[in-house]
Each structure stands twice: as structure tokens, then as C-alpha cells.
């Protein structure tokens, strides 16, 4: 029956994410049909002339196009994050952010606005913010001699990212209240509206880079969801793996969060959704969560920027939607979430 759940599971995430493709680039205050979407993309990968109007290849190509990537790949980032983490520090609480890796990109961004630097500065304060804050948790946690190495962990990234928002709290008192203010707000919402073609190459590079580690180490990632002792005793190098693991999570993380902002929830709803479709074996765990958080953030991204005449932050829909939606998949896996 296992290799039927995973296929029919299998192909229920992929379906979610056509349907996030085709909607976004469908839907919108300039609607695509789904034959010139076709039409555009053929003919953008074979050289044929499409026909179709310059009005809606400009669509396709340089509005909806990088949004759509920017949505895949940073769902997909959190998604795969999510399900590492939860995965290695055997928690189903447990977030892409657990570490500090949001609170130190939002410090990160915040000190870039307030000190007026462009578009492509903030992304890579953001970036290095979330990289930094990682280094500095399993820095201290490292230091920390306690029994148990993943509670201290955990711990440390609670703490130091209370800090760390304390920190974001701080930059926003000092900063202009009418130009830098709403900047800061905005963007510790998340949004991906001002994606271009240019911030692509940023986001994918390390998200690949990141899920590639992460799915060549599945097989070692189920061994590790086991207790400490088990772990290391089928001869895994549990320190050097975990180090593996929170670096390829965490640069997922940070490149998703420099492109878009916070997004919270995908990285915790979207695991436990692929692990309720085709179990707690991490290699069909991370490929499921990657298709299933891509499209599921094409689908709140699309709503997000058609629900009114003005265009509601990721952040608000995902914690509006992830929330219910998280109680339903509690109430539905009373098997446990392993």
C-alpha cells in the first residue's frame, strides 16, 4: 500500500503545482487564456513566431514570468526547510525560522532601509543577516554542554531571535516614520511584487543549491529523525550531518526571505501536508514538499494580488490561510505526525 500512497501522493503535490503554474499566470487585471500561455512558451523555447500581441508576451515573460519563479522557488525553499528541520530536530513545530534565520534577514533588511541602500542591497543585508544569525546560534549552542544537543539548539534560536527582533523593533523607532517606516512594514510582510528578472538568479542558485544537499542526504535524514544515541550508533557522523542539513536549510531560507520578505507557515504547514500524502520517508518527503510549497505560494501569491485593488501582503494570507488549515491537519493525522 506504501508505494500507492506514495504515488497517488506524488502525483496529488505535482497537480498542485500545475495548477498554481497555469493560474498564475492565468489570472490577473490582464487575463491569459491557458492556449496563449502555450502558445508563448512554445514559442519562446523553439524560436517560431507566436502571433500573439506584445501586450501578452510582455505579460507572460516580464511580469508574471519572474513572479511565478520567485513564488516556485520560494515556496519550495520553506517547504523543503521546513521539513528538514522538523525532521532533524524530531519537533512538527518546528519552523525554517527556528534557528533565527528570519529574525536575523528582517534585522538584516530594516538596517539596509534605514541606511537608504537600493532594491539589491537590502536583498543582500537580508541574505547575510540570516546566514549570520545561524552561525552566531549553533556558535553558541555548540558552546552550550547540556544532554541534549537538539533541545539546546532549539533554545538558543528561540532566545537569540528574540533578540534579534528586539533588534528590528529598535531600528524601526529610529527610523523615518514617513518614507523608511512603511518601507520596513511592507517588507517584514512579505511580498513579491517588485520581482524582476534580475533577482531570479539570487533566489534560484542557493535554493537549488540547498534542496540538492538536502535530497542527497534523505537517506541519512531518516536515520536522524531517531534519537541521538540510535543515530550514532548505525555509525552516522550525527555533528557533521546536522551541520550539513542547518546549512542547507538555512541558505534556502535566507534566499527565500531576502527575495520576499517573511512568509510564515509554508514551512510549517506544507511538510506536515506532504507527510499526510506520502509518509515520513525523506526521500519522497523533500521532493513532495518541494512541489507542494511551490504551488501552494503560486496560489496565495495569485490571490494575494488579485483579491482586491490593492495588493495584500503574502504574510497576512498565509497566516490567515495556514492557520485553519494547519488545525484540519492536526484533527486529520491521528496517527501522529511520523
Known amino acids: 500500500m506504501q508505494p500507492l500512497r506514495s504515488l497517488g501522493g506524488g502525483a496529488v503535490a505535482a497537480s498542485v503545482l500545475v495548477l498554481g503554474i497555469v493560474v498564475a499566470f492565468a489570472v490577473g487585471r490582464f487575463p491569459v487564456s491557458l492556449a496563449d500561455i502555450v502558445v508563448a512558451l512554445w514559442s519562446r523555447a523553439t524560436g517560431v513566431p507566436s502571433g500573439l500581441s506584445p501586450a501578452v508576451e510582455a505579460v507572460v515573460f516580464?511580469?508574471?514570468?519572474?513572479?511565478?519563479?520567485?513564488?516556485?522557488?520560494?515556496?519550495?525553499?520553506?517547504?523543503?526547510?521546513?521539513?528538514?528541520?522538523?525532521?532533524?530536530?524530531?519537533?512538527?513545530?518546528?519552523?525554517?525560522?527556528?534557528?533565527?534565520?528570519?529574525?536575523?534577514?528582517?534585522?538584516?533588511?530594516?538596517?539596509?532601509?534605514l541606511l537608504s541602500f537600493g532594491i539589491f542591497g537590502i536583498q543582500a543585508a537580508a541574505f547575510a543577516g540570516g546566514l549570520l544569525a545561524v552561525a552566531a546560534v549553533y556558535a553558541v549552542g555548540s558552546t552550550i554542554r547540556s544532554g541534549d544537543p537538539i533541545l539546546t539548539l532549539v533554545l538558543t534560536g528561540v532566545v537569540l531571535g528574540s533578540l534579534l527582533g528586539a533588534g528590528v523593533g529598535l531600528v524601526k523607532v529610529l527610523a523615518d516614520p514617513y518614507n523608511q517606516l512603511p518601507a520596513m512594514t511592507f517588507w517584514l510582510l512579505g511580498s513579491l511584487s517588485a520581482t524582476s528578472p534580475a533577482d531570479l538568479v539570487?533566489?534560484?542558485?542557493?535554493?537549488?543549491?540547498?534542496?540538492?544537499?538536502?535530497?542527497?542526504?534523505?537517506?541519512?535524514?531518516?536515520?536522524?529523525?531517531?534519537?541521538?544515541?540510535?543515530?550514532?550508533?548505525?555509525?552516522?557522523?550525527?555533528?557533521?550531518?546536522?551541520?550539513?542539513?542547518?546549512?542547507?536549510?538555512?541558505?534556502?531560507?535566507?534566499?527565500?526571505v531576502a527575495a520576499a520578505g517573511i512568509i510564515g507557515w509554508v514551512g510549517l504547514v506544507v511538510p506536515h501536508l506532504a507527510r499526510f500524502l506520502v509518509g515520513p520517508d525523506f526521500g519522497r518527503l523533500i521532493p513532495a514538499s518541494a512541489l507542494l510549497g511551490g504551488g501552494y505560494l503560486l496560489l496565495i501569491d495569485t490571490l494575494a494580488r488579485t483579491l482586491g485593488p490593492v495588493e495584500v501582503p503574502l504574510g497576512i494570507l498565509t497566516a490567515v490561510i495556514g492557520t485553519p488549515f494547519f488545525i484540519w491537519l492536526l484533527a486529520s493525522s491521528r496517527g501522529g505526525w511520523s
Open 62 to 113: 516580464q511580469i508574471r514570468g519572474p513572479r511565478v519563479l520567485a513564488a516556485l522557488a520560494c515556496g519550495a525553499a520553506l517547504a523543503v526547510a521546513g521539513a528538514a528541520f522538523q525532521g532533524l530536530f524530531r519537533n512538527p513545530l518546528v519552523s525554517p525560522d527556528i534557528l533565527g534565520a528570519s529574525s536575523g534577514a528582517a534585522l538584516g533588511a530594516v538596517l539596509a532601509i
Open 202 to 256: 539570487p533566489l534560484i542558485a542557493p535554493v537549488v543549491l540547498g534542496a540538492l544537499v538536502l535530497i542527497a542526504l534523505r537517506w541519512r535524514m531518516n536515520a536522524l529523525s531517531l534519537p541521538e544515541e540510535e543515530a550514532r550508533a548505525l555509525g552516522l557522523p550525527t555533528g557533521l550531518l546536522r551541520v550539513a542539513i542547518i546549512a542547507a536549510g538555512t541558505l534556502t531560507t535566507a534566499a527565500s
